[in-house]
């Protein structure tokens, strides 16, 4: 690891370039973007801001984008909160533009294999990456590389069946607005200050949040599950709800070695692009 | 990618009522035998009887390796059978050590889906299909997923359980096996398989209800471990004519419609193949153990 990596995390409203050594992201920018702008005018808004991270020792760059991404050819489709984005060959662009490796991913997959190399899941052969923000994602390593399925799909939890929709209608963050009315990160502003009100809640979102915590469980069975994305700082307030359920799994003699972590990593996104350059290189090497 | 082994290989299918065994000689199924077992017994001692005698009819200096199906918890790792379904005296039998014991050959323990998966992929319709899940369809639903031509390692024993999944009210099992039928229309599947092939209505509304909440199971499926193939066993799967279409009809709205367009889900039609599977544990974990040092 001792060529350096630019990670880009592409948002709806913000790009996040970073050049990534050793581990630590040695410099960064982030910046505000028109989401509304042409392709064109995004993709021009990339090159300048990996141009700006980039230096004589950065060897790839990895990508992640909340998209479905077809990982192999490099091409994201239908980018959130991107509408101009609805097929972008992403890696193509960039391989040319800057003649170095380029890897792309979404950003849930992103999160999980940077947890590996640089977070909680370190030295963990198969766990689950998810985040919980705006929309439920995951990503799943499997032997201690990113796993993708047939089609990718493979850790699309958030859509699974639950209750009358799916996963991701009851876990992401503007559920406590249509239900209750006040968005989620009031609502965990009132559970740090001790509100029962708040406080309740969460427990009840950590109850549907260990509905889905088994769903993985008898899916992949994991190591480990660690939680990201915005709504992980209220970890400690849904903590409780969620092992609740968790605890009626029937194979309870071997729950002890389950673990489920908080990432409270700032930088994950940068770092988790990043990694996917790792994982590649590492990939091949096996092969 | 599954390599294979010359010698002899003996798999075992733990019911609820019998023991039933076969012999695998250069990849050729052979003879099956099967014993009753006396479930109701509180002495564990007297199944683990049965176990080794039919083994035993069955057992020479060319076995190389046995493999057994549990319908119940398993803790794989250690060998250890921790619950059996109508087995009540079964708690935490150390059945590995006791069977490597008495017979001198690597013993291995499974759930009996994970052996119909394994099953599948060396015999069955999974020949040649890489990623697959073996599901099976019977008086429970269990599963077993194939990962690059093994059964997937896990965490806790539990992977591709899909039927202990939380749906609507209660798990995926209560909709989705011989349990539905029985629940909600008072009959039991074969039963209703009788009457829908007579054109009985009300026999076909339930295999057609029945082939909704397989389609929600079955896109669970896709979106947690994202298979080639989904493959059904179990006694369900021979009424598959009567709930094909309507789990076909309810898939289409699958969010990812790429995804279903080289997907499949087919029904089993290998005669034993839980005892062939069971047998397939031996090489099963032992090629794994091949690869995986091979890549260090």
């Not at chain 1, 920018?29 to 991270?53: G, H, M, Q, S």
């Not at chain 1, 294999?113 to 985040?131: A, C, P």
């Not at chain 1, 849904?238 to 309870?252: S, V």
Request: hydrophobic fraction near 40%; proline fraction near 3%.
């Amino acid at each position: 690891m001792k060529k350096a990596v630019v990670g880009v995390s592409i948002g709806g409203k913000t790009l996040i370039a970073g050049k990534v050594k050793n581990g630590i992201i040695e410099k960064s920018i982030t910046r505000k973007i028109n989401n509304k702008a042409p392709e064109d005018e995004i993709i021009a808004e990339v090159f300048d801001i990996i141009n700006e991270v980039k230096d004589d020792e950065v060897a790839g760059i990895g990508i992640g984008v909340p998209s479905l991404v077809d990982v192999e050819k490099g091409i994201v489709y239908r980018v959130m909160n991107i509408p101009s984005w609805r097929e972008v060959h992403i890696k193509e662009l960039l391989t040319n533009q800057f003649g170095l490796e380029v890897y792309v991913n979404n950003d849930a997959n992103c999160f999980a294999i940077g947890e590996m190399y640089f977070g909680k899941t370190k030295g963990i052969e198969n766990s689950v990456g998810l985040i919980l923000g705006s929309g439920v994602g995951a990503g799943v390593i499997f032997k201690g590389h990113l796993y993708s399925g047939t089609n990718c799909g493979a850790g699309e939890f958030g859509e699974i069946p639950f209750r009358d929709f799916n996963y991701e209608y009851y876990l992401n963050d503007a559920y406590f607005d249509y239900k209750y009315g006040v968005s989620a990160y009031t609502f965990l502003n009132r559970a740090n200050k001790k509100d029962k009100i708040a406080r309740a809640i969460f427990e009840h979102y950590g109850n549907d949040l260990g509905n889905l915590i088994k769903t993985i469980l008898f899916t992949v069975d994991p190591e480990m599950i660690v939680i990201g994305g915005p709504l992980s700082k209220a970890f400690r307030w849904f903590e409780k709800g969620m092992w609740d359920k968790i605890n009626t799994f029937p194979y309870k003699h071997a729950l002890g070695k389950l673990k489920i972590v908080e990432s409270g990593q700032e930088d994950i996104a940068v770092l988790g692009a990043a990694a996917l350059y790792f994982d590649a290189q590492n990939q091949s090497l096996k092969k | 990618m599954i390599l294979t082994d010359n010698g002899a290989l003996i798999g075992v299918d733990l019911g609820g009522t019998k023991v039933a065994a076969g012999r695998i000689d250069n990849n050729e199924p052979g003879d099956i035998v099967y014993k009753l077992i006396p479930a109701k017994s509180d002495d564990p001692r007297d199944i683990i009887n049965v176990v080794e005698e039919v083994i035993g009819q069955l057992f020479d200096d060319r076995v190389s390796g046995i493999g057994i199906g549990i319908p119940g918890l398993v803790d794989r790792n250690e060998g250890i059978v921790n619950d059996v379904q109508n087995i009540p005296s079964w708690k935490e039998v150390h059945l590995k050590n006791i069977l490597e014991n008495r017979f001198g050959v690597p013993v291995y323990l499974d759930n009996d889906a994970n052996c119909f998966a394994l099953g599948e992929a060396r015999f069955g319709r999974g020949k040649g299909v890489d990623d697959f899940v073996g599901l099976t369809l019977g008086t429970g639903m269990g599963g077993g997923i194939i990962k690059e031509g093994f059964l997937m390692s896990d965490a806790h024993c539990s992977s591709g359980e899909f039927g202990n999944i939380p749906y609507l009210d209660s798990i995926y099992e209560d909709y989705c096996s011989g349990k539905f039928f029985v629940k909600k229309y008072g009959f039991k599947g074969e039963e209703l398989a009788q009457a829908a092939s007579e054109g009985d209505k009300l026999a076909l509304k339930a295999f057609e209800e029945f082939g909704t909440h397989l389609a929600n199971a079955i896109k669970t499926i896709k979106l947690s471990v994202d298979p080639k193939k989904v493959i059904i066993g179990g006694s369900v799967a021979k009424a598959g004519k009567y709930f094909e279409t309507s789990m076909w009809k309810s898939l289409l709205d699958f969010p990812f419609p790429r995804a279903l367009r080289d997907f499949d889900v087919i029904f089993s039609d290998v005669k034993n193949i839980a005892i062939l599977g069971a047998a397939s544990l031996y090489l099963d974990r032992t090629s794994r153990k091949v690869t995986e040092e091979n890549i260090m």
